[in-house]
């Protein structure tokens, strides 16, 4: 009985009217609805969605959103006021349309018609929620180990925590997303002998750390970056460009200094390699606290948390820089 009337009550505040207001609760749209993004020029954006329904809602607003992601480590959210220049507008049509042929034209197109127009007021808000796109077989780094075997071990050999808890060298990057783990400039995919031969389990000087995570693959007391002995022959970072241990050999028998124990001379080399990735990010988003006002009477839509969908944005040789 208790949760019948708890039921009833929460019914009744969704389909109460107050001097004109109503609210809406049977959207055909949520937060797990696909959304379009079209981007205009002085970083105006549009995200939008056509319902199958004829429903056309469109957020069109000013935010960088690459600023929230581009050497960033873990994503979060991050909201958008509503305003004069972050608005919502939200149309019954009378037929159907493809979303980017109606929103992403600066002159929408005549047709189909609007039945009715709601557009928002000052107040609310917009928030985003950002997770990185994941899934069994995903390498964000490209370094030949797939994300999920990118997290810590515990005694039994089972993976444990997230991919943001393993950071091997200490850079501040995890190893998902650091193309160099052990911070050696030799690229974890050329240790683990490239992507169609990886063999995790190289370790050259038998110490039980693989090389693509150890500093020191020889175990000479030098550390593989410190026998890159040309390193800085043309300059220093940013003019030079030759940081490769794997180019010196002085004995020339064949195999570099950094794999050789007999070699150990040294030179200080705290240069590293650019770190760079692509990424995917899916963002979730919500309207939050916010009024839609017909343009053709008083009527209102009242949204106190309404699950708008997700899109979709990718990063492109992105430089994460933390070390």
Do not use: W
Request: charged residues 25%; aromatic residues 8%; negative net charge.
């Amino acid at each position: 009985m208790t949760r019948y009337l708890l039921l009833l009550a929460v019914t009744l505040i969704f389909l109460s009217c107050d001097d004109g207001d109503i609210i809406v609760s049977d959207f055909n749209f949520n937060e797990e609805s696909k959304l379009n993004l079209c981007e205009f020029e002085n970083n105006r954006k549009v995200l939008h969605i056509i319902t199958e329904s004829n429903e056309a809602i469109a957020f069109t607003f000013q935010q960088n959103i690459a600023e929230n992601v581009i050497n960033v480590i873990s994503p979060s959210r991050f909201s958008v006021p509503i305003n004069n220049s972050n608005r919502i507008n939200f149309r019954r049509l009378d037929a159907n349309e493809d979303s980017n042929d109606y929103f992403c034209k600066e002159i929408p197109p005549s047709r189909p018609n609007v039945l009715e127009e709601y557009v928002s007021t000052t107040g609310g808000s917009v928030e985003f929620t950002i997770t990185r796109a994941s899934g069994s077989n995903v390498d964000t780094d490209g370094d030949g180990i797939i994300d999920l075997e990118e997290r810590q071990v515990n005694e039994n050999g089972d993976f444990t925590g997230t991919v943001f808890n393993l950071d091997t060298d200490g850079d501040g990057i995890p190893n998902f997303l650091d193309i160099d783990d052990d911070n050696d400039n030799i690229p974890t995919l050329t240790e683990i002998g490239g992507q169609s031969a990886s063999d995790k389990n190289l370790d050259t000087d038998g110490d039980g750390i693989p090389n693509y995570l150890d500093p020191d693959d020889d175990g000479d007391g030098v550390i593989t970056r410190y026998e890159d002995l040309n390193a800085l022959d043309n300059g220093t970072p940013p003019i030079q460009t030759d940081l490769n241990p794997r180019d010196d050999d002085s004995n020339q028998d064949g195999i570099p200094n950094y794999l050789d124990a007999t070699i150990s001379e040294s030179l200080t080399v705290d240069y590293f390699r650019d770190n760079i990735v692509s990424r995917r990010f899916n963002i979730t988003v919500v309207f939050n606290n916010i009024t839609l006002k017909n343009t053709a009477s008083e009527k209102t839509i009242r949204l106190n948390s309404q699950g708008f969908g997700v899109f979709t944005i990718s990063t492109s040789n992105e430089i994460l820089s933390f070390r």
